[in-house]
């Protein structure tokens, strides 16, 4: 599903990524965990195409999108990838059900099309009665649920998730860990996490740890975990 090979990423004299090599299959549910400044945001926005690496390739889905033009880049993107920010980022003056639609008109989806599967995605998450609510009207819990919509409005063969439970209180971060599981049992998607939260790395069904721009293996994270005990 993806498979990234010797990613290395610099910004000036800092390198931030030191040659990582990962394989993703399809339809897990892996979080990325490390201290700040670790390299998590720099390789999920790698991932998603939305940065360039300096080397390295990453293969997604079958393809190669190291070398993908710009134009067939942001194709790629639209169709294949979701994502999910931390403060949702919908726009206010649409309703929900436009905030979750406009990926799809973007993609060149009739609005019939849109409509009738940003309605399934609201049924899914309980908020059909929600759709024609602006973000104002919305709890935090409901915009992150909304923004899950958008993400998957294109039917994308990987999500990407960036902190986001993170502006959430206890109960809601709980509803979003376990959606990310529902939709992956209903949808298949891939889900890629980063996070901080330790209670979603433990239910994920595997945790890549990352530490001053590389991998951590088993055995380091296991000799930190003794030295930190």
Do not use: C, W
Request: aromatic share 4%; no cysteine.
């Amino acid at each position: 599903m993806i498979d990234i090979k010797n990613i290395t990423k610099s910004f000036g004299t800092l390198q931030v990524l030191k040659g990582i090599d990962l394989h993703i299959d399809k339809g897990e549910v892996v979080s990325i965990v490390g201290p700040s400044g670790a390299g998590k945001t720099t390789l999920l926005q790698i991932m998603g195409t939305l940065d360039k690496a300096d080397t390295g390739t990453i293969n997604i889905n079958g393809v190669d999108v190291s070398n993908l033009s710009s134009n067939k880049l942001a194709d790629f993107r639209s169709r294949n990838i979701g994502f999910i920010f931390q403060f949702h980022q919908l726009l206010p003056e649409f309703t929900a059900e436009e905030n979750i639609i406009l990926p799809a008109l973007i993609a060149g989806k009739s609005k019939s099309e849109a409509k009738k599967k940003a309605q399934e995605l609201l049924g899914f998450l309980n908020l059909s009665d929600r759709a024609h609510h602006k973000p104002a009207e919305l709890s935090g819990g409901e915009k992150q649920r909304i923004a899950v919509a958008r993400a998957l409005i294109n039917n994308p063969a990987v999500v990407l998730a960036d902190e986001p439970s993170g502006s959430l209180d206890s109960k809601n971060k709980k509803e979003l860990h376990q959606l990310f599981f529902d939709l992956r049992d209903k949808y298949g998607q891939t889900f890629v996490i980063v996070t901080h939260d330790e209670e979603l790395s433990k239910i994920t069904d595997r945790t890549i740890h990352i530490v001053d721009g590389t991998i951590k293996t088993g055995t380091e994270e296991q000799a930190e975990g003794s030295v930190e005990g």
